[in-house]
């Protein structure tokens, strides 16, 4: 008995032995898993050079009518977004800001007042990395500092006025990341069209690069400039289109818009109209995501939605009630540049500037670690 219990013990000892061995291999193996890759080093100098993996920011959005958040994990190395959280808030930034040309204190104190709901929920994801973009409004406005000064004190970040054609880069960059080459894809050459609510950009891909032009025409000024009455009149839709088609003249002069295969619309009058045109029920992203809207649709939404009240397009499902008195003025223009310039369809696109800005903050995070291991 006591020799089988002996043995007993030590099969006991050597099974468990093993089972410690198995465990440091299982452990050792989730940390090569789970731990930043590094290129191999050379000539036995050490790098610093840490391979970039997915990066986790917050892209905000701050435009004449709108104030919008991206929190997102993105891969440079693999082209990946991964959305966590996206929002969008109607805070009209840019109110009355055409006539007086500053940023009224109401318009300053929804929008401070929402930046500080974004801010907690930026917390909450723990994002590495915020950028603030601001749009045509605070370009605009002689009290710009006032805007810049809640930003900061808020976000800890200063917010980038950036250039129109920055802002169009940005937007093509965000609507065209997901268009691969194939048959069923849209093709190439793209002109992307940003309806804002203060101006509106057009950037057309061309061999040498992006052609870019951004003009003052937007959903909140064409309302603000003519679309006084409910619903409006004639010649007050007259006077809009009049405004738009003088816009789209010079847009004609500067750029071969007629050279691309593909128009793509985005920000929220192209969403909405397309949400209208699709007649669903109640928004859904996923469906106005990539949609195909032909042109006639486009303009029998719009006639509709101008020769309504306040009071009837309240009571269409798929309009955010902060759109409801411009979605008309921002339907109008997209009907316009498709008439204009002879587009059968237009695709539109939920990705946009907001994606742009954190596919921005991703790569050159991943640009600054490259040259960070050049200088070791």
């Excluded at 990395?129 to 976000?155: K, Q």
Aim: proline share 5%; with cysteine.
């Amino acid at each position: 008995m006591p020799a089988r219990a002996s043995q007993r013990r030590a099969e006991r000892e050597r099974a468990a032995g093993r089972r410690r061995r198995l465990d440091a291999g299982a452990r050792y193996e989730r940390q090569v898993q789970t731990a930043p890759q590094r290129r191999p080093e050379a000539s036995g100098k050490k790098s610093n050079m840490v391979e970039p993996g997915p990066r986790r920011v917050a892209a905000i959005d701050c435009g004449t009518n709108s104030l919008r958040l991206l929190i997102a994990d993105i891969d440079p190395a693999k082209g990946e977004l991964s959305e966590l959280h996206r929002r969008m808030e109607i805070v009209r930034l840019g109110q009355g800001v055409d006539a007086t040309g500053r940023l009224a204190s109401d318009a300053l104190a929804r929008t401070f007042a929402m930046l500080e709901e974004y801010a907690a929920t930026i917390g909450g994801f723990g994002a590495s990395a915020t950028r603030l973009v601001a749009t045509s409004a605070t370009r605009d406005a002689s009290n710009a500092g006032e805007f810049a000064a809640g930003v900061r004190r808020i976000l800890g970040v200063d917010p980038e006025v950036v250039t129109g054609a920055e802002e169009a880069r940005l937007s093509f960059s965000g609507a065209t990341a997901e268009f691969t080459p194939g048959s069923g894809h849209p093709e190439p050459p793209f002109l992307v069209t940003d309806i804002g609510g203060g101006s509106t950009e057009f950037v057309l891909e061309q061999p040498a690069g992006l052609d870019v032009t951004s003009v003052n025409i937007g959903c909140v000024r064409l309302t603000e400039r003519h679309l006084h009455a409910d619903p409006p009149t004639a010649q007050q839709i007259a006077a809009a289109t009049a405004d738009v088609d003088a816009a789209l003249a010079m847009i004609s002069s500067t750029m071969p818009v007629t050279s691309a295969h593909t128009l793509v619309g985005l920000a929220g009058s192209v969403t909405t109209l397309t949400a209208v045109a699709l007649d669903l029920p109640a928004y859904d992203p996923l469906r106005v995501h990539h949609a195909r809207i032909s042109a006639d649709r486009v303009h029998e939404v719009t006639v509709s939605l101008l020769s309504q009240s306040h009071a009837e397009r309240s009571r269409i499902g798929t309009i955010h009630p902060g759109r409801v008195d411009v979605i008309g003025a921002g339907a109008l223009i997209l009907d316009r540049i498709m008439t204009t310039f002879g587009f059968a369809e237009v695709i539109a696109s939920e990705h946009d500037i907001l994606d742009g800005i954190a596919w921005s903050m991703a790569t050159d995070h991943q640009s600054g670690l490259r040259q960070a291991g050049q200088a070791t």
